[in-house]
């Protein structure tokens, strides 16, 4: 006697997400779900409590989970809840025993070890992980092409700890956080990581949407990349002091701070040459490269063997900059801008080869 053709069932599976269920993930999961044929609906809870209702198999829904990138497992939680009788020969048939799936995992594991390519000059050094939502080995390995990483949730150049079977890359900071950090612009203030959100960056002014530092008794948040910015940056001659905001235009926006920080009441941190002539938020240095990665301007080829990793700067219209400069010779003006900016992207995404400063000036017309 067979199933009929009209019963419809409820369960509940449990998703184990990389990201710790964070709201788009979630989404995207609905709605992978939601085309699934027979499935009228889905809820999911918090820790991944997945409710599915329709005429529709679990096997087949586990199946089509599967294949989202940012799921580490799924697995049927508790007993099938019955809206039509159903012959229990084929109720037995239906269940997915969980036992078995476990038993299954000792024999072969999930994700096996990384095989390294001669190409990707990895670090000789493996390490455990032990980031909070990612459990497997990653391993230290520098590409030509960029990534985003899955603890801050901010894109980054060359260098990052990477699981290959979970396309999963975390940046050095986010890997081996301190935690407890101080910083030369706020004398006093103590910041502590958390691997949750927080709000907007006090450094760079963009929203954190990862793993960052706060600071409780001031309410001040930073990103782990923004931490690194130093009080103070000699390129050649000039030095450059990092302040809490700008009291002149930056060379770049023209503004003393631009729209998005006033609308989001956010400062934004900038750099001011000693001299005084040239003012840079750290905003519109980390907007430009976000902007390229937006484009698709960062987009490389994985057996790419150029090391540039700012081709996105090849967009770059340095024009205004050159004319901001004021007095002294335009080259060598040009050519402390460059250094500058290299700095700065060196240090909130990564480090850039030195085919950067020559990207730069080439921007110019002589």
């Not at 930073?222 to 009080?231: E, I």
Request: hydrophobic residues 30%; aromatic residues 8%; proline residues 5%.
């Amino acid at each position: 006697m067979g199933c009929q053709e009209n019963s419809r069932r409820t369960f509940v599976l449990k998703l184990n997400l990389h990201c710790g269920y964070c709201q788009s993930c979630v989404e995207k999961v609905k709605k992978l779900v939601k085309k699934i044929q027979g499935v009228d609906s889905i809820k999911i809870e918090e820790e991944g409590k997945a409710t599915i209702s329709g005429n529709v198999d679990p096997h087949t829904v586990i199946k089509e989970v599967k294949k989202y990138k940012k799921i580490i497992s799924v697995e049927l939680w508790g007993e099938e809840e019955e809206e039509s009788p159903v012959p229990q020969v084929n109720e037995q048939e239906m269940q997915i025993s969980v036992r078995k799936i476990f038993d299954q995992r000792k024999v072969a594991p999930l994700f096996p070890d990384v095989i390294v390519r001669p190409s990707d000059k990895p670090v000789a050094k493996r390490i455990r992980d032990s980031y909070p939502k990612h459990d497997h080995e990653l391993e230290l390995r520098s590409y030509n092409k960029p990534f985003k990483c899955d603890g801050c949730m901010e894109e980054g150049f060359k260098t990052r700890y990477r699981c290959e079977p979970c396309n999963y890359d975390l940046h050095e900071e986010c890997r081996n956080p301190k935690p407890v950090i101080t910083h030369d612009l706020f004398q006093g203030s103590t910041f502590v990581f958390h691997h949750e959100p927080g709000n907007n960056c006090d450094a760079c002014g963009r929203k954190i949407y990862g793993c960052s530092y706060h600071c409780e008794a001031d309410n001040l948040d930073l990103h782990p990349r923004c931490s690194n910015l130093r009080g103070k940056l000699g390129i050649g001659d000039t030095e450059f002091v990092l302040r809490k905001k700008a009291k002149k235009n930056c060379i770049w926006c023209k503004k003393k701070q631009p729209s998005w920080l006033a609308n989001n009441n956010v400062q934004g941190w900038c750099y001011v040459s000693k001299c005084n002539k040239f003012y840079c938020h750290v905003y519109c240095v980390s907007q430009m490269v976000h902007e390229a990665w937006r484009r698709g301007d960062l987009d490389r080829k994985d057996d790419d063997n150029d090391d540039d990793t700012s081709v996105a700067l090849k967009n770059v219209d340095l024009k205004l900059v050159a004319k901001s400069g004021g007095g002294g010779s335009t080259s060598g003006y040009l050519k402390t801008i460059s250094m500058f900016l290299r700095a700065i992207i060196g240090i909130l995404f990564g480090d850039p080869t030195v085919v950067m400063l020559s990207m730069l000036v080439e921007l110019i017309p002589k």
